[in-house]
């Protein structure tokens, strides 16, 4: 299913925040593990947001999700993550707590 214009920007956007938050959290995990540097953390920063917007299908973001599983764990219950069905259930839960995130607390 090809994502429109009016839609695309939205899932990059969420989708690029998601990723990021998940490699700094394994970067700073791993870092010691295998002598990560700054400079290492800023190239996968600049391939994810590559990767990202190339991704104009919920078959590309599937495809990328498989390049990037190894940023998931157990609690996110990534046994159906990584099919078609999984990972338009996954965009759409971003895009409804980005939409919680943002809503007015007036």
């Known amino acids: 299913m090809k994502i429109n214009?009016?839609?695309i920007q939205a899932v990059h956007n969420v989708l690029i925040t998601d990723l990021q938050r998940?490699?700094?959290k394994d970067y700073?995990?791993?870092k010691n593990e295998f002598g990560v540097n700054d400079e290492d953390y800023d190239n996968a920063q600049s391939a994810v947001y590559r990767d990202v917007y190339n991704c104009?299908?919920?078959q590309n973001i599937n495809d990328l999700l498989l390049n990037y599983s190894d940023l998931f764990d157990k609690a996110d219950d990534i046994s159906?993550?990584?099919t078609l069905d999984g990972?338009?259930?996954y965009i759409l839960s971003l895009l409804l707590e980005h939409a919680e995130i943002t809503k007015c607390k007036c």
Do not use: D, E, G, V
């Open 28 to 30: 700073n995990a791993r």
């Open 80 to 82: 159906h993550m990584f």
């Open 5 to 7: 214009k009016t839609n």
């Open 87 to 89: 990972t338009l259930n």
């Open 22 to 24: 998940r490699m700094f």
């Open 56 to 58: 104009n299908s919920i």
